[in-house]
Structure formats: C-alpha cells, structure tokens
C-alpha cells in the first residue's frame, strides 16, 4: 500500500474538463489514439508524495493505493494550477520579439524578461501575452493507473536521477554506500545537486553519489 514516503511509478492521462482536451499523459496507446505527437518518452513517471513531484492532489490521491489500481480523479483550478489572473496580461510592441529573433504565433510559448509567457493575440505590430500557466483557472481531470512501488534502492536512484534528468541512466550501481549513476549526457550543476539531495532525503541519508556523464 502506498504511504507518503512510498516510490510510486504511475500512468496518467491529463485532461481540461471543459474541453476534454489532453494537456498530459504517459501511455503511447492514448496519444496514437487521439492523433497527438508521438515525439515524447513514453514511460511511467516516479512519484514519492511527499516530495512535490506532481500536484499535491495527485500526491494525496495515491495514499492508501496498491499497484494495479486505476481511478479517476477531478482537481479543481484552485487546488491545480490556480486562478487566471488578469494582471499577468501584458501587451509587447513586435520589435521586442524582433529584437530576440522570435517570429510570434497565437499559442507560442516564449521567454519574456526571463519569464514564461504563452501568445493570446499577434495584431498591427503589437502581441498580447499571458504569464499566467496555460493551465490557470482550468479544472483538470487526471486517469491515473498505479504500476508499482518501488523497493530496490538502485531503482529508486535511477527514479530520482530519471525524473530530473528527463531520461534513464545508463547505468546505476551502489557499493558501501557510494551510488554511481552513469549519464550519457552532460547534466546541469542544479539538475545533478537536485538528484544528489533528494537521494540523500528520500532513498539514504548516508548515500554518497557521483554522476558520471561519457
């Protein structure tokens, strides 16, 4: 049964309520289904529900689950990604885009004085833009299937080191308290000290890691 320190891997599919639309979602079957891009890891995604990993209503939701179980869970804008806020609008002149050699498109995700923006409106030389989260006063419906619980502490550091990384390592070992995660790509010094910290705070206190990049 999944408790709060539990390493929980999960499937889900992500969805706006009011459009059926999906935002999210982990299962190749579903996204050939509906005809989405296919350019994507599909693969479980590691969540430990004390850790922040996913949203706090789908952390709670798995407390008390076993593996093999699948439900549908509703999670309100407020208890998701918040409410929209009208003051996040902000309105840019198009040499601002030029300047940054950025070629605006209603729905573009773009980085304005070093924050996210996504395009609402491109006209006569101006564009709108909001810095809210495109999810912002939605309300999400999530299908979520529980595929295990994790036990091994090898897995659970590839976990860890996978859910930063953005992808598997190629190979992790632990000897008298050392872990050696192996990358095939050079990592971030953030990224690599985010998966040396939760390591140490969920897996092992006492784990030394070395992340090793060919």
Do not use: W
């Not at 996040?88 to 209603?106: C, D, H, Q």
């Not at 390592?169 to 632990?174: C, E, F, K, L, R």
């Amino acid at each position: 049964m999944v408790d709060e320190n539990s390493f929980v891997l999960i499937n889900f599919v992500g969805r706006v309520v009011s459009t059926n639309r999906i935002f999210d979602l982990t299962d190749r079957s579903v996204a050939e289904k509906e005809g989405l891009s296919l350019d994507y890891n599909f693969s479980p995604i590691l969540v430990i529900p004390k850790a922040g990993y996913v949203l706090k209503a789908v952390s709670d939701s798995l407390i008390g689950k076993n593996p093999g179980d699948k439900y549908t869970l509703e999670v309100q804008s407020k208890d998701a990604f918040g409410p929209f806020d009208q003051h996040l609008i902000k309105t840019y002149g198009m040499a601002v885009f030029r300047e940054n050699k950025i070629n605006p498109s209603v729905g573009d995700t773009v980085l304005l004085d070093n924050k996210v923006a996504t395009v609402l409106s491109v006209n006569s030389g101006r564009v709108m833009v909001s810095f809210n989260h495109p999810l912002a006063g939605k309300d999400l419906s999530y299908e979520i299937e529980v595929v295990s619980v994790l036990e091994d502490d090898k897995e659970k550091c590839g976990g860890i080191f996978e859910h930063y990384a953005g992808k598997k390592a190629d190979g992790v070992s632990i000897e008298n308290n050392k872990v050696s995660i192996k990358s095939s790509e050079e990592l971030k010094g953030y990224v690599i000290e985010s998966i040396k910290s939760d390591i140490s705070k969920y897996v092992n206190k006492d784990f030394s890691v070395g992340i090793a990049s060919k």
